[in-house]
């Protein structure tokens, strides 16, 4: 199994702020990787696919790097609906997803 | 605009079958170009792939749940369903049903989820 560990776990930070959240795979993954977007009770967003593309609709605030184990999302400026949760999720074996990272207002 | 919908049975009990279906509109469950998944999210916790099935019935489940999980395809009422065998405590969850592009994949629409409580 490919494990993705997300980091950190809750991220406290203000409308304005550049914001990166960081996401590890136990094995490579090449670019395989998608990030999404969580508001509580609603279902995932889909955010960024192939480790760096934005899908269509999601504002250019977000961007994301990486290649191999080491990921990035980053928010450019937080707006105030940006506050949620963030996953990686895998997909170069079966599909796993990180634990989730919790964009908090200060 | 492409929407899938869950619905089936919100309180099964333990060592019962858990039956979910997931209805698509707005696009034909018979394209080529995508599969069809189930993924869960415990109560406060993270997502967990089940599986997936594509237009063709071929399937591919999550190895850790494979020996409960069955997913299957009805193209003339375009829909999909889980069955989840066995059911404890722990298959309590969100269970969402999502469209993924090509393979390997990720997730473009997902449907609202739907709460499954394990009680007796």
């Known amino acids: 199994d490919i494990q993705m560990t997300q980091s950190p776990s809750t991220l406290s930070a203000s409308v304005g702020d550049r914001v990166t959240i960081t996401c590890r795979a136990s094995q490579s993954i090449s670019a395989w990787l998608a990030w999404y977007q969580q508001k509580p009770g609603k279902a995932p967003r889909l955010l960024i696919y192939k480790a760096s593309s934005l899908e269509s609709g999601v504002p250019s605030r977000f961007s994301g790097s990486g290649s191999g184990t080491e990921f990035t999302l980053t928010i450019s400026s937080l707006q105030p609906d940006d506050f949620a949760t963030y996953y990686c999720?895998?997909?170069?074996?079966?599909?796993?997803f990180g634990q989730g990272t919790k964009l908090e207002s200060k | 605009q492409l929407q899938l919908q869950e619905s089936g049975s919100g309180l099964v009990k333990p060592s019962q079958t858990l039956s979910l279906t997931c209805a698509v509109s707005g696009g034909s469950i018979s394209s080529g170009a995508y599969s069809w998944s189930w993924i869960r999210q415990p109560p406060g916790k993270g997502l967990e792939w089940i599986g997936y099935?594509?237009?063709?019935?071929?399937?591919y489940y999550n190895p850790s749940l494979e020996s409960r999980v069955t997913i299957s395809i009805d193209r003339s009422k375009n829909q999909f369903s889980l069955k989840l065998t066995s059911v404890t405590a722990a298959d309590t969850a969100v269970y969402y049903c999502?469209?993924?592009?090509?393979?390997?994949?990720?997730?473009?629409?997902w449907g609202q989820g739907t709460v499954v409580t394990v009680s007796s």
């Open positions: 999502a469209r993924g592009v090509t393979a390997p994949t990720y997730f473009d629409y």
């Open positions: 999720q895998q997909y170069k074996s079966y599909y796993t």
């Open positions: 099935i594509y237009h063709t019935g071929s399937t």
